[in-house]
């Protein structure tokens, strides 16, 4: 149970008097904890900026700067190179995976790492669609990873954290169907059915509603769907996850989308809880 | 009191007569099975061990292979499917008649459509058959309209059989929960027409004829007409009970060699382990307990054969060359070396023991000609030959065991595989830390093989050949039954409040307090139990309660999300 509350205060000035830059450190790492980022990852931080950019760059010039007009989310340029390079006769598919992936990529990692926002996500993905709408002119269909649908469990409202992840899923080449939020576990069942979904994506911000994401996993297992179902949230912890079977727990965007390859690539959900753990 | 134990085998049906509780072996009988009729092969065992007074026994346990048969090969299909609430994904090919009903619950157990119970009354005046599997959405969770609908079918047909899915397994997955029941519709004639036969001509009273279970317990013959489907794998448990009752130890590996596969358990504190998701059954998971196993096809009628100039071990198993009655007619030709489809008598390890000197099975000329000629045609000499051939037994025998003792598969030729084969260089030992059981007639040659590379204990017992029979005498009647107890919150007037529910026989009980559910759940699982004992005609027993949390932590306080009570019976 907690504590008194005057005691964890005490505690806090005292701590805050001993060691103020741990202090505040702590208190930053505190409200990031909130948002999805890990403490540990973050403390032993290595890469910068530049490494990780250098870490996704396509050796190919021209595919380089294309990876940059993602990063930067300059649809302009985006839209002028991919059309450029089709000209050239580089193969349409070769640059979705080669050009505009990398650049989305990278904005992703920078995502998790604390170094972008989401406005930047956004932006960079709405960059990418442009070059992947022309190279599907070009190419017909662009092969999707695999189809998802996200959701956020019934009478919760929050969808922030949701909207998210969704945009990394579809910049990371998945088929994504947003269902919105407030969504009760029947519609979902009903959409895994109708629209033959590999995956669904749970999320809740409230306590109280974090039962609605236990209700769609095993609604799903009951009807014998073999959909799994990644949970996260700020209300949503590894631990309450597990209390049920069909389900998976990730802490960040970028754990969903570690999720969504391993499951879609045919891992079953207790194969995939395992390999995040 | 004497205890009679007959296990039908795929190839052969073995039979004990044991002196209890002395547990000394005093008559053995091993006759081959004939696969298409069961109940022949328990009666030519039964006559083998010429018992003088069957109605002295003090029980008669038999485990048979018929569920497991049924389960691979399929039957005649005679059920009518009754779906409540859910349409079937898949058409459903294991039944000839399917009826789809509005009705079902959600995940907590509460109504979610009203039973349809006049659209059942008409779709029952067409239905022909007379066995009925039902199945409801949440069944598992909330039973009432799986019973409703039972009672209703009854009223109509009483002499049908009926089986609900949720009564015979609790997971989740309603399409598995009808399957199970309409195999289980199925085998209940099947069950109960051999139970009868051999009832008839045996002359041992019902009362004191057991079945065995999946799990190694036994059931009484009512019950074992009621659940065929709970007998599913009891031949590797029988083979895992008996292997820890011939050495006396409580913990063992226990290798079960027979004629085309080879069965490894794991013995742990006197108790076979079980299968976490169920009996693994040709290819897929039923949700039905049953022992843990790993099977290899490695047994004494392997085929051995020439392919590209080099000799192979393969996964099929044909009759020993050795122990042909005709064996130089079929070795005028060499069509025996090759992996001809359709072959009956080849070149087996049983050959290979025989003509190595390492057992006494067989005729030793015929096996010794038969691994010459394989030998030319590898341009190997005999020593060769037989180092190259026990080389390939002995690595598949170590793959399987590791596999069994780490739950993890290593592929065959992967980096694990090379590592645990060795080389000249490097000879890899493993340390196991219980003795290994062997089990079955062929067992010791196999496992003189792994002389210098298991460090462990290494036991053939007395009487291994009818190990099997002697798991069947040797359980006893026992039963486990969880019931849990859900933590659901529930809206009241705007206010959130914390209900627990606990499944019932017929429907689903709501407490507002936990001490009172884990309580009512303790009470129902336990009388359940008890009353499963008295069937099973057990006047000791002993009853004991387990309560477990699964819990989780959130915002750094431990909340309950389900408590599972765990109540279990075991014959005294």
Known sequence: MVRHMDLLVEELLEFRARDPTRYKRLIQEGMLTELGFEIESKAAKVATVDEIKAKYRPRDVAYASIADAVIAGNRAKVEELVTASISKGKDPLDIVTNALMPGIQTQCELYDRGDAFVPEILMSNAAMQVGIKIAQEKLGDVPTKGKIASFVAEGDLHDIGKNIVVAILRANGFDVLDLGRDVSADTVVAAAKEKGLQMINGSTLMSTTKAGLKKTAETLEEEGLKVPIACGGAAVSRGYVETFNNSIYGRSPLDAVKIATGVCSGKGWEETRKALR | ?572
């Open chain 2, 1 to 572: 009191m004497y205890a009679l134990g007959i296990d039908v085998g795929g190839s052969f049906t073995d039979g004990v007569l044991m002196e209890l509780p002395g547990r000394a072996v005093l008559k053995v009988a091993k006759v081959p099975t004939d696969p298409d009729d069961l109940a022949a092969s328990v009666l030519k065992c039964f006559y083998a061990l010429a018992i003088s007074a069957p109605s002295l026994l003090s029980r008669f346990c038999v485990s048979t292979t018929l569920a497991t048969n049924a389960m691979v090969e399929g039957t005649k299909k005679d059920v009518c499917a009754i779906c409540i609430g859910l349409r079937p994904k898949q058409s459903i090919e294991y039944a000839n008649e399917v009826v789809t009903i509005d009705g079902g619950h959600d995940a907590s157990g509460n109504e979610v459509h009203p039973l349809d119970l006049s659209k059942l009354t008409s779709a029952m005046a067409r239905v022909n058959s007379n066995s009925f599997a039902i199945s409801a959405r949440f069944g598992v969770r909330n039973p009432e309209h799986e019973v409703m609908t039972s009672n209703e079918v009854l009223n109509v047909r009483p002499s049908a059989t009926v089986v609900r899915g949720s009564e015979l397994v609790g997971s989740l997955g309603m399409e598995e929960r009808l399957f199970l029941a309409a195999k289980n519709a199925e085998l209940a004639h099947v069950m109960s027409g051999l139970i009868r036969a051999i009832g008839s001509v045996t002359k041992v009273p019902a009362s004191s004829t057991y079945i065995l279970k999946g799990d190694g317990s036994l059931v009484s013959t009512e019950e074992a007409a009621l659940k065929p489907i709970m007998t599913v794998l009891s031949g590797p448990a029988a083979s895992a009970i008996g292997g820890s009752v011939l050495t006396g130890s409580r913990n063992a590996l226990v290798i079960d060699v027979g004629g085309t596969t080879t069965d490894i358990s794991l013995i742990h504190d006197g108790r076979v382990r079980l299968a976490q998701n169920g009996a693994a059954v040709g290819g897929s998971r039923l949700r039905v307990p049953a022992v843990d196993i790993t099977t290899i096809s490695l047994g004494g009628n392997t085929e051995i054969f020439f392919d590209d100039g080099r000799p192979k071990l393969g996964h099929r198993a044909v009759r020993p060359l050795c122990l042909a009655p005709d064996a130089p007619r079929l070795m005028k030709d060499r069509s025996f070396l090759f992996p001809v489809s359709g072959k009956v008598y080849g070149i087996t390890p049983t050959d290979l023991f025989r003509a190595k000197g390492r057992s006494e099975y067989g005729d030793k000329g015929i096996a010794t000609a038969a691994l010459a000629a394989l030998a030319q045609a590898c341009d190997l000499s005999t020593d060769e030959l037989f180092g190259t051939l026990e080389e390939m037994i002995r690595s598949r025998l170590l793959r399987s065991l590791s596999t069994a003792l780490t739950e993890v598969m290593l592929s065959e030729g992967g980096d694990a595989d090379t590592l645990l084969r060795g080389g000249p260089h490097l000879r890899t030992v493993l340390r196991v830390g219980v003795p290994i059981v062997g089990i079955g007639a062929p067992v010791r040659p196999f496992l003189d093989l792994l002389e210098g590379r298991m460090e462990c204990e290494m036991i053939v017992p007395e009487h291994h050949e009818v190990g099997n029979a002697v798991g069947v005498v040797c359980t006893g009647v026992f039963g486990r039954r969880e019931v849990v107890v859900r933590c659901e919150p529930r809206m009241v007037q705007g206010e959130q409040v914390m209900t627990y529910n606990v499944t019932t026989s017929c429907g689903q009980r709501t407490f507002p307090d936990c001490e009172e559910a884990v309580k009512f759940a303790a009470a129902i699982g336990t009388s359940e139990l008890r009353d499963y004992m008295e069937r099973s005609r057990v006047r000791k027993y002993q009853t004991k309660v387990y309560v477990r949390d699964i819990t989780y932590q959130e915002y750094g306080v431990r909340k309950v999300a389900e408590t599972v009570v765990t109540v279990t019976v075991e014959e005294r």
